[in-house]
């Protein structure tokens, strides 16, 4: 039992600084992540259908590395959606839903899920 503990506390501190993962890559540490914000507008409604370019479905996820940290906020997400949106040329996403839950692979996670537009 004292090994399993020893590992435990290993295995945490080996995880450094790092609190979150992401699927969009972004590092959500860095002070400039939340410019991204400023770029893609990031919208739970939508447009007047003739006012935008549809981009494509974009998805971000954004989970927790361990139980001590805490839960990913929609804002954490938002950034994420807005990084993977800004790579497919969009300014905004709109329709955007949010989904949390505890996974197989994280203590916890939040999923947005959205439509990249041009306006």
Known sequence: ?????????????????????????????????????????ILKTSLPKDSYKSLGIVNAVVKKLTIFHEDPTEEQVNIALAEKARKKGANAVINVTYKKGVGLTTWGYIKATGEAVEK
């Not at 004292?2 to 969009?24: H, M």
């Open 1 to 41: 039992m004292k090994k399993i503990l020893v590992l435990a506390l290993v295995a945490v501190s080996l995880g450094g600084c790092a609190s979150y993962r992401t699927s969009s890559g972004i590092d959500l540490s860095k002070p400039d992540a939340k410019t991204v914000l400023s770029e893609v507008e």
